[in-house]
């Protein structure tokens, strides 16, 4: 196999973001964003470690919600889909203690969007789902 060689990748599974308390984060995402928790498992030899994941109710691709390794959290970024971005930015302004743009970002060559953030600084861009 070469670089000529099309790739067998077929999806984006799971994102990750490094957060600096998993419980923390957990309630932020789906208290607040309201998303779903996917996976919550202790691993490691001594179960030292935790693995947690959270997902938009019925999407396919996950975010992954890490422990800092050997780094501080926060940093990271995704963005994710909606039919709705105005409805959206409505609904996550009301519940409060998010810290989301107040401006949608509009411009004709771009989908209609807007950035929110973590307790830890990472950020997610909500942008408008193609036709």
Known sequence: MNASTPTTVTNLGVAMFT???QDAA???YTEKLGFELRSDE???QNNEMRWVEVAPPGSTARLA???PMGGAPGGGSIGVETKDVKGEHARLTVIGGIDVDEQLMES???PLMF??????G???VVVEAAE
């Open 19 to 21: 957060v600096a308390d």
């Open 26 to 28: 957990i309630s932020f």
């Open 42 to 44: 202790s691993f490691g």
């Open 65 to 67: 919600l890490n422990e």
């Open 108 to 110: 004709p060559d771009i």
């Open 115 to 120: 950035m929110l953030r973590d307790p830890d």
């Open 122 to 124: 990472n950020t997610v």
